[in-house]
């Protein structure tokens, strides 16, 4: 079992910047991708950015070049480094974690991007 822990989201002005944190509980043994989704109003959850635990990274479109996904192997954490945001960037923001191949996710964090 493992639990997350996300913090950093908020309300920001377009063209502001925020950073998503989330902490893993446990062993790092068995952990290989982590990553973030979200889920905006009346929409379907949609992957926004992963990294393996070699560093390879995989951004959705809408967010390529102004999202960044880092992790911390020996913490257990994984952060997204939110630039330039859109108001469609507005959505609750799930932590993720698949740990001996099965998926976690954390409670979610809010952000919210004002025009």
């Known amino acids: 079992q493992v639990q997350l822990v996300e913090s950093g989201g908020g309300l920001v002005q377009a063209g502001g910047s925020l950073r998503l944190s989330c902490a893993a509980s446990g062993s790092s043994l068995g952990i290989n991708v982590m990553g973030w989704d979200r889920q905006a109003p009346g929409k379907q959850r949609e992957l926004v950015a992963t990294?393996?635990?070699?560093?390879?990274?995989n951004y959705a479109d809408s967010v390529k070049g102004r999202f960044t996904i880092s992790r911390d192997n020996a913490k257990n954490t994984v952060d997204l480094q939110m630039n330039t945001l859109k108001p469609e960037d507005t959505a609750v923001y799930y932590c993720?974690?698949?740990?001996?191949?099965?998926?976690?996710w954390g409670q979610g964090t809010q952000v919210t991007v004002s025009s």
């Open positions: 993720s974690v698949r740990k001996f191949g099965v998926d976690y």
């Open positions: 990294i393996t635990k070699g560093g390879r990274t």
